[in-house]
Nanobody
Framework: QVQLVESGGGLVQPGGSLRLSCAAS????????MGWYRQAPGKQRELVAQ???????NYADSVKGRFTISRDNAKNTVYLQMNSLKLEDTAVYSC?????????WGQGTQVTVSS
């Protein structure tokens, strides 16, 4: 079956950096819109960043200038480089793949920003 597996989460101090990865299998990765979402405790899940099949990106206002989404189609992997992390970035970050009527989610990886 389709599988999306996130990695790279962890504990980091404010101002630090993390790089998240999402490896996909059993999909034609290059045609999918790939996105990173996050959900903090007590909050709704929100779109953080997404990247289209042609490389077009968009970001939540809260992360613009700090986060960068990229994809490597040869590796079937999408990345989220997170710099200048803030306390409010603490959340479970999940990877999503979407194409046509197909939407797939990873299980998520915890990012905790704490001093």
């Amino acid at each position: 079956q389709v599988q999306l597996v996130e990695s790279g989460g962890g504990l980091v101090q404010p101002g630090g950096s993390l790089r998240l990865s999402c490896a996909a299998s059993r999909i034609t990765f290059s045609i999918y819109l790939m996105g990173w979402y996050r959900q903090a405790p007590g909050k709704q899940r929100e779109l953080v960043a997404q990247i289209g099949s042609g490389g077009t990106t968009n970001y939540a206002d809260s992360v613009k200038g700090r986060f960068t989404i990229s994809r490597d189609n040869a590796k079937n992997t999408v990345y989220l480089q997170m710099n200048s992390l803030k306390l409010e970035d603490t959340a479970v970050y999940s990877c999503r793949a979407a194409w046509g009527g197909n939407i797939y989610w990873g299980q998520g990886t915890q990012v905790t920003v704490s001093s």
